[in-house]
Nanobody, 116 residues
Framework: QVQLVESGGDLVPPGGSLRLSCTPS???????????IGWHRQVPGKERELVGC???????KITDSVKGRFTISRDNAKSTIYLQMNNLEPEDTGVYYC???????WGQGTQVTVSE
């Protein structure tokens, strides 16, 4: 199963923006374009939740709690999925993960902290 590696987490003030990236830990070649990949997050004190996902065609589904602020995109030439997060709120603080759908392999995640 493919393991993905997340990056781009940082400390940002409320209202700020971040772009997270997600790439395979090993070369998967053209197979990457066929993956449906989800972004998940675990905020303190809560279960890990799905933030959104992107299918091979590029169509995305974003959970209601972040719709209008978060978008997902993919660059298959770079084997990379992005999570663009705008107008960040303190409640968005947490560890963000990406995972291939139906895979049981999680990466280390990347920490996002929204605070003054």
């Amino acid at each position: 199963q493919v393991q993905l590696v997340e990056s781009g987490g940082d400390l940002v003030p409320p209202g700020g923006s971040l772009r997270l990236s997600c790439t395979p830990s090993a070369n998967v070649g053209d197979r990457f374009s066929a993956y449906t990949i989800g972004w998940h997050r675990q905020v303190p004190g809560k279960e890990r939740e799905l933030v959104g996902c992107i299918i091979p065609s590029g169509i995305t589904k974003i959970t209601d709690s972040v719709k209008g602020r978060f978008t997902i995109s993919r660059d298959n030439a770079k084997s990379t999925i992005y999570l663009q997060m705008n107008n960040l709120e303190p409640e968005d603080t947490g560890v963000y993960y990406c995972k291939v759908r139906d895979s049981n392999v999680w990466g280390q995640g990347t920490q996002v902290t929204v605070s003054e």
